[in-house]
């Protein structure tokens, strides 16, 4: 077993497996963010959900950094 999420990401990654929901991804069809350390999905649902708490922090974010700059 992986020992650290990168590690099981890119584990995933190598056997074309959708880190959320666990099912086979065709080579190529891979949903990512361009950095394979943040894995490969097989939709962009699994990657939203996957990443539910970092897109909500980002998206808290960027909204107070544009309203402290408005």
Known sequence: M???EVAHLLDLWDRCICPYCGTHVREGARVVSG???EG???SIRCHSTYYTFELAAR???SATES???A
Request: glycine share 6%; with cysteine; aromatic share 14%.
């Open 35 to 37: 950095d394979a350390r």
């Open 59 to 61: 998206a808290d974010w």
């Open 40 to 42: 490969g999905f097989c």
């Open 67 to 69: 309203s402290q700059h």
């Open 2 to 4: 992986a020992t650290t």
